[in-house]
């Protein structure tokens, strides 16, 4: 840094030249500066002006622009080739793809939540269960993925439904790692009203990790998530806490969908997770698929009655970690990732190009494969574009080079998409085009009109002005990175 | 021009015999680039038509809430233009460095074709 500042302190006016930047204005008074991977540097707008003419002579400035490659003295080449490496690094998941495949066991679920994005079928229909031959096809096809680490995900309707399949594919999958040699995880996406010795003493067998659903105090959860007994708050709660003794920890995380009947509570949602020694909380907005597009589902609010929900309850989080009771905001976690490091977290949300198909795979009950799973939740509203193949006579050339995931993938890129490409954020942002198709009916999506825009954009910033005045919570999003 | 984009900078008021919002831009000092580009992201707000009238870009603005200010809407307008013209100073001065960083990014990665072998279909 000394090696820098005294560079940079013999620059004249003019004898420097910008390096590729975007900016966004955070208020009057201040601008983001950002570089090809999103390093940034806080300037006045005079001093957004006076680094675009040329004439900036504030040496202070000019060496923190320089040491964010912002700027650079001509004829230097270091700069961008730093720029090059780290570019590159932020991609390497493109060779390394699909991390995660997700198969649907059973759409059967004794739930019937108001959000549920997939069909419910009654928990005696047997004919909405994957089958042994068709979870058998399905993982010689993840096992063809050339990522070094898979994961499997059980996902439903209610995956211990047919908690058999899931013993047996875990059994097959770790008998055929023994050839491809992976790192090798599992999840089970469950609300753990199933749950029991038995099933726990597999996830311990097995290193298994358990992803439930907790929508915060009981009477919110049990008015979202319905099932006999309206006793789902219950189940949940005493399945964290068995989960929790019996296997750790952090074997058990759960995650929580924003209802209108959310809006309101966002301490007391985050209070709950703090007292079952939950350490993330993911203050997600309802997704516009499958039931919810239909208004069943308590997606009756827009994007800024979401915001304030999220920046009330990221509020209420930092003040839990002021307390000395550490906590993390997921969405703001993955974000700070990739604004203060060069890894990429991989969330498929915030990928470009997208994380459909790259990041992740969808096997269906009936062996039907999506890119994701948003578009097998399209699929049950009858739109099947991100549907890719099947097992039964699919080749994993024939999915990954699919129309159907090669035309959204390219069309949605946002290094190329119109606002995104000089957008400040594009490097935090990621393109989504199974939102935007759903939305507005094409992977592109018209930005200055998109929902998903609006959200991130406001998010981004919120987080960055937090970062520029207040030390605490810049110190806090370090760790999170991490 | 100042790229001093919060503010509003050029774009004089055109006359227009009805009650329509105008808004003029000479052509020796706005690209049409940033116009259209301007009037892509303030679509959420209004929506803008361009033509070419004499040495000016004449605009247009249709505002979509039937009951937004003609002076709010005019500033929002010049003041998104502004920060458009100063995207495409930048984008001029800094395309070839730009270039340069994604051919050293792409030209290692094997994902390029012919430069290595591709994952196993």
């Known amino acids: ?482 | 021009m100042s790229p001093a984009g919060g503010e509003p900078g050029p774009g004089a008021e055109a006359t227009s015999a009805s009650a329509e919002i105008m808004l003029a831009f000479d052509q020796a000092t706005v690209d049409l680039d940033a116009l259209q580009r301007a009037a892509y992201a303030v679509a959420a707000e209004m929506t803008v038509d361009i033509r070419v009238c004499g040495p000016d870009y004449v605009c247009t603005l249709f505002p979509r809430e039937p009951d937004a200010a003609d002076e709010a809407l005019k500033h929002r307008f010049r003041a998104e233009v502004n920060d458009q013209v100063l995207r495409v100073r930048i984008a001029k001065q800094t395309e070839p460095l730009r270039n340069l960083v994604f051919a050293l990014a792409f030209s290692q990665t094997g994902l390029a074709e012919g430069d290595a072998e591709g994952p196993a279909c």
């Open chain 1, 1 to 482: 840094m000394l090696k820098l500042e005294r560079a940079a302190t013999a620059l004249p006016a003019h004898g420097w030249q910008l390096l590729p930047l975007r900016f966004h204005r955070l208020d009057a008074d201040s601008v983001v500066l950002t570089n090809l991977v999103g390093e940034y540097v806080f300037v006045t707008p005079d001093e957004l002006s006076a680094v675009v003419d040329g004439t900036c002579a504030d040496q202070e400035l000019l060496a923190r622009l320089r040491a964010a490659h912002l700027i650079q003295v001509p004829g230097e080449t270091l700069p961008a080739e730093l720029l090059a490496i780290k570019l590159r690094t932020r991609m390497r998941r493109l060779p390394d793809s699909t991390g995660l495949h997700i198969f649907v066991v059973t759409l059967r679920c004794e739930h019937t939540c108001r959000y549920c994005q997939v069909s419910r079928q009654s928990a005696a229909k047997n004919e909405f269960d994957m089958t042994e031959e068709t979870a058998r096809r399905a993982l010689e096809l993840a096992f063809r993925s050339p990522s070094p680490q898979l994961k499997i995900e059980f996902q439903g309707g209610e995956p211990l439904l047919n908690f058999p399949l899931v013993r047996w594919i875990t059994t097959e999958a770790n008998r055929m790692n023994k050839v491809h040699g992976k790192d090798l995880a599992f999840v089970i996406a469950t609300n753990l009203a199933l749950l029991d010795e038995e099933i726990l003493d597999f996830c311990a067998q097995e290193q298994v990790h358990i992803s439930t659903s907790l929508d915060g105090p009981q009477d919110l959860h049990n008015g979202n998530r319905r099932r006999p007994g309206q006793d789902s708050w219950q189940q949940a709660v005493e399945g964290i806490r068995r989960v929790q003794e019996r296997l750790g920890p952090d074997r058990v995380s759960a995650l929580m969908t924003t209802t209108e009947a959310s809006l309101g509570r966002p301490a007391e949602i985050i209070d709950i997770y703090a007292e079952l020694g939950l350490r993330g909380v993911f203050l997600r907005p309802v997704s516009p698929y499958g039931f919810a597009l239909r208004g069943r589902g308590g997606a009756n609010y827009d994007v800024g009655r979401w915001l304030e929900f999220y920046a009330v309850g990221l509020d209420r989080i930092v003040e839990l970690n002021r307390q000395g009771m550490p906590m993390v905001e997921i969405y703001a976690s993955i974000i700070a990732k990739k604004m203060l490091t060069n890894a990429d977290p991989g969330y498929v949300d915030l990928t470009s190009p997208a994380g459909i198909g790259i990041g992740a795979l969808v096997y269906n009950y009936d062996g039907d494969i999506y890119a994701s799973d948003e578009g097998r939740m399209l699929a049950e509203m009858g739109d099947h574009t991100f549907r890719l193949g099947t097992v039964h006579d699919s080749s994993y050339a024939d999915i990954m080079l699919s129309d159907a995931l090669l035309n959204p993938l390219t069309e949605s890129i946002t290094l190329s998409a119109p606002m995104c490409a000089t957008c400040a954020f594009e490097p935090y942002c990621g393109a989504d085009p199974v939102f935007h198709h759903a939305t507005m009916g094409d992977f592109t999506g018209h930005k200055a009109l998109s929902a998903f825009c609006r959200r991130n954009m406001d998010v981004f910033t919120l987080l960055l002005r937090k970062m520029r005045d207040d030390s605490y919570f810049r110190d806090l999003l370090w760790r999170w990175a991490q």
